[in-house]
Each structure stands twice: as C-alpha cells, then as structure tokens.
C-alpha cells in the first residue's frame, strides 16, 4: 500500500478524555464557585470560541488546497482542542458534588473547603485551602481534598496533631486554625 493512503498522527488525537484518578467509589466534590468557572469556561467554548474557530476553518477551507493551508490546519487542530475540552468538561460537571464550605463556618474541624493553618514537625506554618480535583491550585495555596495532606488534616480539630505518611517518613502536622469562607446571603 502507497504511503498517502496511510493515516498520519500527530499524536495528541487522543479522543478518550484522561480523568484525575478518583478513589473507587469517590465523588467528584467541588465548591459552588469552582462549578460556576467550569460551567462558565464549558459554555463560553460552546457559545462563543467554537464558532469562531469553525468560521475560521470554513473560510480556510474555501480557498481551495487545504493540504498547504496553515489557516485550515491550524483551525483544524484547534477545533481537535476545543471539541476535547468541551467532552472533558462536560463529563467533570455530570459527575462533580457540590458542596458548600460555607456550611461548616465557625466548626473547628476540618471539611472540605476549609481555609488550614498547621505547624510541621520542622516548625514551619503552612496554610492551605481544601479545594476539589479540579479547581485546586497549587500556586494559590489550594490542594485537592485527594492530595496526602489533606487527607491527613480531614476531621481533625484546631489543636490536634495528625501524622502525614511521606516518602522520607512519618511527619506529625499540628492543626493551628481552621477557617470557612462565609455563608453568601440571599
């Protein structure tokens, strides 16, 4: 068989979204104002840049050979892209629990959507926001409600002290404050 009638790759056709692993039987938890950047990133692909990327590709594609037309295959891929993320998404947000932090306001225990200050065993004060899967950033001092610590700080109360397993061995976390962002009123 001749060589152009084989189909080329470019090696990131991968159709098959890559989910963050969840612990078997585990929901997806995510704050009300994670949810509402998703939703709003999913319906902005689907109302306003996809349109315009299949305009752009239609255009291309009108002006004749589309095997040397940049526009085409760059308009081309980009479709690829936002098509991945909008199943991506979509799967996120059928499957995400929301679950409002501001409930537990005022608890000294640690839930999911708290605001932690813990002391490690070295005496340094870290702070960390509780977040889900996919709104946590680690730049911003978030981490998901999956990652060590976290689970390690889950239920415990202001005062107590809770052993994080890590490779170099076990270190003891003592909770300094717990904190809850603010019920929003209606």
């Given at each position: 068989?001749?060589?152009?009638?084989?189909?080329?790759?470019?090696?990131?056709?991968?159709?098959?979204v890559s989910l963050p692993p969840l612990a078997k039987?585990?929901?997806?938890?995510?704050?009300?104002?994670?949810?509402?950047?998703?939703r709003a990133e999913l319906l902005d692909l689907i109302d306003n840049?996809?349109?315009?990327?299949?305009?752009?590709?239609?255009?291309a594609a009108s002006n004749?050979?589309?095997?040397?037309n940049g526009d085409y295959l760059y308009g081309k891929k980009r479709l690829r892209e936002i098509d991945r993320r909008i199943r991506f998404l979509t799967k996120r947000l059928e499957i995400a629990e929301?679950?409002?932090p501001s409930l537990h306001a005022g608890?000294?225990?640690?839930?999911?959507?708290?605001?932690?200050?813990?002391?490690?065993?070295?005496?340094?004060?870290?702070?960390?926001?509780?977040?889900?899967?996919?709104?946590?950033?680690?730049?911003?001092?978030q981490v998901?409600?999956?990652?060590p610590v976290a689970r390690a700080l889950l239920k415990a109360r202001v005062g107590d002290e809770v052993a994080l397993p890590?490779?170099?061995?076990?270190r003891m976390l003592e909770v300094r404050s717990v904190c809850y962002p603010d019920p929003v009123k209606s």
């Amino acid at each position: 068989m001749s060589k152009a009638f084989t189909k080329e790759t470019d090696g990131d056709e991968d159709d098959e979204v890559s989910l963050p692993p969840l612990a078997k039987g585990a929901k997806n938890y995510i704050t009300p104002a994670g949810y509402a950047r998703l939703r709003a990133e999913l319906l902005d692909l689907i109302d306003n840049e996809r349109p315009k990327v299949v305009e752009a590709v239609h255009w291309a594609a009108s002006n004749g050979d589309r095997s040397e037309n940049g526009d085409y295959l760059y308009g081309k891929k980009r479709l690829r892209e936002i098509d991945r993320r909008i199943r991506f998404l979509t799967k996120r947000l059928e499957i995400a629990e929301v679950v409002d932090p501001s409930l537990h306001a005022g608890s000294d225990q640690v839930f999911f959507g708290a605001t932690v200050t813990y002391c490690d065993d070295e005496g340094v004060d870290r702070t960390i926001t509780i977040m889900g899967i996919d709104e946590a950033d680690s730049h911003a001092g978030q981490v998901s409600w999956i990652a060590p610590v976290a689970r390690a700080l889950l239920k415990a109360r202001v005062g107590d002290e809770v052993a994080l397993p890590t490779p170099a061995g076990t270190r003891m976390l003592e909770v300094r404050s717990v904190c809850y962002p603010d019920p929003v009123k209606s």
